[in-house]
């Protein structure tokens, strides 16, 4: 259980979260020795020879000041949130100042030695006087560029923005709703089943319910520019309620108590009301439309932010704050963005992530979900299928739908499959969640679709076909390390008048006539209607 000492609530306990941010800390300096060590094999000489010399040390002095410039950011982080009631691990403290005091001293002394054994020829080099000269003097009078800084958002959406006019409304929308649906979608407990009264309905029954509201979120998401009439943290409110009615008895309120483990903000001391004011100044700001895109998604990235570390709600923050920043992504004209990744897990308050950390993830999430439009939209291109009218955008526990009109009709189903060794933490995860993992990349390819046609939900198919050829497969950046990720696609023909017939189009998959993949029982499904 979690206790006080000080002011301090120690919430969080030690995860592979925290292994991985020393790792990759670790990794940083560590290389960084490495490079310093190649420095002292050179010998330089010429101009030239110098030159090179002193940007190879400048990089390893700018890596070194920027890793523990971030540490310190992190320490400094967990202390202020500390004091104003969110939760912190104190664990990962300690930690980061153990990785100072271990690498610090030693890079330190060799970047000294390094800078100062060919002073006196750079710095007659670089016009200086015979007095020792500083490394940011040297650097600038030898000409040396410092690292680029990441480019400003506008600069990567050129692109998408010409995109979006040549692909046309209706096509744009259909991207559009699928990105929104696969972000918003991304819900462990959703895909699992074990969302909020699990002491009252089955997994079956809050998969459907916890999908069935997620749709009717998209739909008013995509009804029209003001989807929503609040503002402020009643937008929270609203999109919790809409994603949990049903499913939580307190679904659109803020929770009253604390968290078992003291996840988020404290009650206590007025604590949770404080943020939550703070909170719902900065969304206010966020949607009053003032400023450039720039400042909007700084703004953005810090409620965001202030959303996930306080945790408002008893359940549903991780959907609510992907679907709320989503929903103002789009009405600022961007995509919906990819969020929820490692690097966005690490700029997270309990983990000592600044605003900062969290505004840069954010750039590169808007930056990823451009190039996630690109790509479904070259799909569209390379399967035929950009000029036709899409329509019936729609989703469940992975499986991505949509029906373009014509003759044939078609219906699209397109999912993620995933290469995951039976050994790897996750394996056991995934298939909980219903996803369709295999072993095995030979028997992967022989996956066959099955699906038929029902007047009701998890009613009895009318008559079942089988497919075994898929129209698309495409390997996609893994989601993390040890797996692989494969983007499948079928295509299916059908006629109008199988879709007047009928309200539901189910399916499942197998492969190998071994493994069968149908969602729990419910299989993967829509409405037709």
């Known amino acids: 259980m979690p206790h006080r000492a000080g002011y301090f609530v120690l919430a969080y306990q030690w995860d592979h979260h925290c292994d991985e941010l020393l790792g990759s800390i670790r990794n940083r ?6 490079r310093l060590v190649a420095l002292e094999r050179i010998k330089p000489a010429c101009a030239k020879e110098i ?4 940007t190879a040390w400048n990089s390893c002095n700018e890596d070194f000041s920027t890793v523990i410039e971030a ?9 202020n949130l500390g004091y104003r009631g969110y ?7 300690k930690a980061l100042e153990d990785i100072k005091n271990e690498y610090g001293p030693n890079i330190r002394r060799i970047l000294k030695r390094r800078f100062e054994k060919y002073l006196a020829e750079a710095n007659a080099l670089s016009g200086g006087t015979k007095r020792k000269a500083n490394a940011a003097e040297l650097v600038f009078g030898l000409g040396i560029k410092t690292q ?3 480019r400003e958002v506008k600069s990567y959406l050129r692109d998408y923005f010409r995109l979006k006019k040549e692909t046309g409304d209706e096509a744009d929308r259909a991207i559009l709703q699928k990105l929104f649906l696969g972000s918003g979608g991304e819900s462990v407990t959703i895909m699992k089943g074990s969302i909020g009264r699990r002491n009252i309905f089955s997994e079956k029954t809050l998969k459907l319910i916890g999908n069935k509201n997620l749709m009717d979120l998209c739909r008013n998401t995509f009804s029209g520019h003001e989807s929503f009439n609040e503002t402020g943290t009643g937008l ?12 939580d008895p307190n679904a659109g309120d803020f929770r009253q108590h604390d968290f078992e483990d003291k996840n988020g903000v404290t009650v206590e001391f007025g604590n949770f009301d404080r943020e939550i004011r703070y909170l719902d100044e900065v969304l206010r700001e966020t949607t009053s439309d003032s400023g450039g895109l720039e400042d909007f998604i700084a703004k953005l990235s810090t409620a965001y932010y202030m959303f996930l570390g306080i945790h408002p709600f008893r359940d549903s923050n991780g959907r609510v704050g992907r679907c709320f920043a989503n929903y103002l992504l789009l009405k600022k004209g961007l995509p919906p963005a990819i969020l929820g990744d490692q690097s966005e897990i690490l700029a997270l308050p309990r983990y000592g992530g600044t605003i900062g950390d969290m505004h840069y993830c954010f750039k590169q999430s808007i930056r990823k979900a451009a190039d996630l439009y690109s790509y479904e939209r070259s799909k569209l291109k390379q399967m035929g299928l950009l000029p036709n009218r899409i329509s019936n955008v729609s989703f469940d526990s992975g499986f991505n739908f949509r029906v373009f009109e014509g003759k044939p009709a078609l219906i699209e189903i397109n999912f993620p499959v995933f290469l995951i060794e039976k050994k790897h933490p996750l394996h056991k995860q995934y298939l909980d969640e219903c996803r369709i993992v295999f072993e095995d990349e030979a028997v992967m390819r022989k996956l066959a679709l099955h699906y038929g046609f029902s007047e009701f939900r998890m009613g009895e198919w009318d008559k079942a076909y089988d497919m075994n050829k898929y129209a698309l497969l495409n390997e996609t950046p893994s989601p993390t390390q040890g797996i692989k990720a494969f983007d499948m696609v079928f295509i299916i023909k059908t006629t109008r008048k199988n879709l007047r017939l009928h309200r539901y189009f189910n399916c499942c998959v197998s492969a190998g006539n071994r493994d069968m993949f149908n969602n729990k029982g419910l299989n993967y499904s829509f409405g037709l209607k």
């Open 236 to 247: 929270l409110k609203k999109i919790h309620y809409m994603l949990s009615a049903d499913i």
């Open 87 to 93: 939760g912190v691990n104190m664990d990962l403290l």
């Open 51 to 54: 030159r090179a010399y002193y």
């Open 71 to 79: 540490i310190n950011k992190r320490q400094e982080t967990i202390h």
């Open 29 to 34: 300096l560590h290389n960084t020795i490495t």
């Open 148 to 150: 680029k800084t990441g």
